[in-house]
Structures are given as C-alpha cells and as structure tokens.
C-alpha cells in the first residue's frame, strides 16, 4: 500500500530547539514584566497578593525556572548552528576590507555598550536610575493606603505574642478582639500567616482586627540612640515623605526641618526620608535619631 511506503517524518531538533528558545524567552519576559510592577515583598506577602492565582514566590520562581531554560537551549541552539555561525564569522574576517560589518569595530562597540549600562546600574545614573524609579513608583503605587503596610518587615512571620509586644498590644485584648471579629485562633503562639491561612484572610486583616488596641508610649524626652534603633528599626520610616515621618513622631514640620537643618541637612516636607539619607550618606534611622535627639550627629 502506497501508506507503507510513506518514509516518517523526522523530528527537527534543530526546529525544536529554536521553538523552545523562543517560547522561554517569551515567559521569561513576561513574568519579569510582573515582577517589575508587583508590589514589594513586604507588601505582597502583608496582603497575600496574588496575579493570575500566581504568588509573589510562583512568578519569581516561573521567572528563574524559564530564564534557565532560555540559557541552556541558547546554547544548545549555537551549538546546532556553530558552522554557519562560524562560516558567517570567517566570511566577514575575509572580506573586512570591503565589508559593510567591521569585526573588531563590532566586539569592542558592543562591548562597550555593556559595560556603560553595568556602570549605570551599578552607581544608580541615568538612564538606569530612571528604570529603577519608576519601578519604585509602580510599586509604591501599589500602597493606596497606609494601613496596608506591614508595620515592620517580614510582621507575618512573628509569632501573635511576639506581634503583640512589638506594637505594644496587650495579648489578651488582642485574643478577644480577634475572638470578636470572627477570627479563630487555636494557639495564641501561632504566626499571623498562619492565624491569616487558617481563617481565609490576609495578615493585614489579623492586624486590622487588632491594631486600634496599639498603646504606643509617648517618646520619652531623653532618648538615646539605643532606643531610637530598638522602637523604629524595620518601621519603614524611610519610605515616608518628611511630613509623614514628623506626624508619625508628633512633630510639627517646621522644627523637624530645623533640627535638619542644624544638621546640615536641606529637606522639603515632600522628600522621602531614604532618600534624604542617600544624599547625605546616612540611614534613616540616623534621621530619625537627628529629630529624635537634640544635637545628635552620626
């Protein structure tokens, strides 16, 4: 029959190769683009954020997994196409004289462009710097709301108790209002990721349900440095506004920008406090003490 006398089709590894490279590429940067404009981690865990029913971590791995896979079957696709590649190299060496591609001009040129965008991102200079800030505001933009910040890096992983001391939160109030909203809490040394995955809601919801029991002391009129680093480390002062931080510390804005100012520091109510530290070679936490502490200098 003439179907037995058909010769198979050949699989073209070659093809496949050059199909897989283009579809790992292709995933690899659309899950960067998502972890471009996710919310930070703090953030993103805090509220259990989520795109497509993907986490934080499943992009991030997805991201990794396919840029893996794009490398490997790069190379294995050079490797497939080495001769024509090389002979395309060769033929351009041979007529370099007449050539519209001059090799060397070529390597160095590109290489070149590599290097000056690696020093751009490396000391923060635009047009890097620009691609760094709009992803900070994109993913600033995420937080419609102060209240969906974490109060303290990583808060989900702190055990209720542990929660509740940091936040100068009675454990036993915090029970009862949990108990109160609905909220089911079997162990009271459990994580509020945990107490959040049991109940169906997010941590920010747990310390919603809690956080109007906060009894913050007022700040002490000595403090020292010690005690600015153990009641604001891990806050996120930093990425407030001036402003915002001055509120936060009772503080009208005009004698925090005034005992700036002593300092040796200019800022404007609007200015991010990082940033106000970047620029004068400091950390938040030493503008917080210069407010904090009358006449302290890092």
């Known amino acids: ?19 897989v490279t283009t579809w790992a590429f292709v995933i690899a940067t659309v899950t960067g683009v998502v972890l471009f404009i996710m919310p930070k981690g703090r953030v993103a865990y805090w509220i259990e954020w989520e795109l497509f029913a993907l986490t ?6 997805l991201h990794l997994i396919f840029a893996v896979v794009f490398v490997i079957v790069g190379v294995t696709h050079l490797i497939y196409n080495w001769k024509p590649f090389k002979n395309y190299l060769a033929e351009r060496i041979k007529d370099s004289a007449g050539s519209h591609v001059h090799v060397k001009k070529t390597v160095y040129g590109s290489l070149a462009i590599i290097l000056v965008f690696f020093g751009l991102s490396i000391y923060n200079l635009p047009p890097a710097s620009w691609v760094f800030d709009l992803e900070d505001a994109i993913k600033q933009s995420w937080i419609a709301d102060p209240d969906f910040e974490p109060p303290f890096g990583h808060a989900e992983e702190v055990s209720l108790p542990g929660f509740s001391q940091r936040q100068f939160i009675d454990l036993n109030e915090a029970l009862a209002a949990l108990k109160a909203a609905g909220i089911e809490v079997p162990d009271k040394r459990m994580k509020l990721k945990d107490i959040a995955a049991l109940n169906s809601i997010t941590p920010l919801d747990v310390y919603r349900a809690i956080k109007h029991l906060e009894k913050r002391p007022d700040i002490k009129s000595r403090l020292t440095p010690a005690d600015v680093e153990a009641w604001f480390a891990g806050t996120g002062l930093g990425r407030k506004t001036l402003a915002q931080v001055a509120e936060e510390l009772s503080m009208d804005l005009p004698t925090a920008q005034a005992r700036l100012k002593r300092a040796g520091v200019e800022a404007q109510a609007q200015d991010k406090l990082k940033a ?23």
């Open 1 to 19: 029959m003439a179907s037995e006398n058909t010769p198979k089709k050949k699989t073209s590894y070659r093809a496949m190769t050059s199909l």
């Open 276 to 298: 106000i530290a970047e620029i004068h070679g400091m950390e938040p936490n030493d503008m917080v003490k210069i407010l904090l502490i009358e006449g302290y200098r890092p």
């Open 56 to 61: 934080k971590e499943a992009w991030g791995e």
